[in-house]
């Protein structure tokens, strides 16, 4: 069994590898009565009959796994659900599902009764090789995504790969968009390995799935123990994310996040090659080597949505001036942010991303 702690000035929490019963075992062993689960609808679905046969059903609340209800209403929502169960604050929130799941319950866990014990069981790749790490909960607000938030670690994370298995094709494919996306900021040997092993783990090879998720929550591990609350490194792990989440509006949020990501990440290297920053040669190597055989079916026409795009990135959080920010690598692979970016680079690097694809 593998354990990754991650140190926090919040607390300490650990990331546990393993078999998911065995886990839920030990959490009703140790905490008993006082555990209500908030699971995926379609989580809950797939694994009723098999994972949860064993689970008490009235301590079951089901939700509904998507952009649009990662708000303010839905965490509402759940208030009333335990309120009418009478939990109190010594209650245990076990939450099973995606990041969706893991942000609208980690807000809901950080909140009522000023917070009680959170336990996360992750169950897609995006979530298990990034976003279960960090301590971040994000809320939209109208047309502003993870604007509201806390930053509230679960006590412990679960992680049973085996979930990965009923993933559908394209939120497959949106996880592996955030393996490479933290690969590349690994640099070094895991840029080496991940462009290796990147077949393997398309093709769902177990032990290289598990060797890519514990070796992205290191590499995640070192920027957000450095820099916890993102006030300066751990930005940069928005690397693909100023234009991923803009496409991810203008698409209605028909792209899945990670996919959204590989697509920034082609844009912003398009924007570092123009200024002159990164070579020719290593755009075009990330983009055929890594990004390229990861892009899961783009629509070519949400990238001609310039001008929703560009509103999208004004709307950004990590805006502070005029004009946009964009987290850029260079040669080296060096990161860096920039506040800088004007909308005619924007519409420049789109129009070349869209006449590459077909």
Not at 18 to 45: A, H, P, Q, T
Not at 141 to 158: C, E, Q, S, V, W
Not at 191 to 209: D, G, R, T, V
């Amino acid at each position: 069994m593998r354990v990754i702690t991650i140190k926090s000035r919040i607390r300490n929490y650990q990331v546990i590898f393993g078999k998911f019963n065995s886990f839920l075992g030990k959490i009703i062993k140790e905490d008993g009565g006082s555990v209500c689960y908030i699971i995926d609808r379609r989580v809950w679905d797939l694994y009723k009959g098999s994972y949860f046969k064993s689970l008490d059903s009235s301590r079951v609340i089901l939700v509904k796994a998507d952009e649009f209800h990662k708000s303010l209403k839905a965490v509402m929502g759940l208030y009333d659900a335990l309120i009418e169960r009478n939990a109190k604050r010594n209650i245990v929130l076990v939450s099973i599902g995606g990041g969706i799941v893991q942000d609208v319950s980690g807000f809901l866990a950080s909140t009522i009764y000023r917070g009680v014990k959170w336990v996360y069981f992750p169950t897609t790749l995006l979530a298990q090789a990034d976003s279960c790490i960090g301590g971040k909960t994000s809320l939209n607000y109208k047309d502003y995504k993870n604007m509201i938030g806390t930053f509230y670690p679960p006590a412990y994370i679960f992680i049973d790969v085996n979930f990965i298995y009923t993933q559908k094709k394209m939120d497959f494919y949106s996880g592996i968009g955030e393996i490479v996306k933290l690969h590349i900021m690994g640099k070094g040997k895991y840029l080496a390995e991940i462009s290796k092993l990147l077949p393997q783990i398309i093709s769902k090879q177990k032990s290289y799935l598990l060797r890519a998720i514990a070796n992205s929550l290191l590499i995640k591990k070192g920027y957000i123990e450095e820099d916890e609350f993102d006030g300066a490194r751990r930005n940069l792990l928005n690397y693909g994310h100023c234009f991923g989440h803009a496409l991810e509006r203008a698409s209605n949020f028909k792209i899945p996040h990670g996919q959204a990501v590989v697509v920034g990440m082609i844009l912003s290297n398009i924007v570092s090659r123009e200024r002159g920053l990164l070579s020719p040669r290593i755009e075009n190597k990330l983009y055929g080597e890594l990004l390229l055989p990861i892009l899961f079916a783009m629509p070519k026409r949400y990238l001609l949505k310039e001008k929703e795009i560009i509103l999208s990135m004004e709307k950004d959080k990590k805006r502070v001036g005029a004009k946009l920010p964009l987290i850029i690598i260079y040669d080296g692979l060096k990161a860096s942010k920039i506040a800088d970016l004007d909308e005619n680079e924007v519409k420049f690097a789109l129009r070349e991303l869209a006449h590459r694809i077909k």
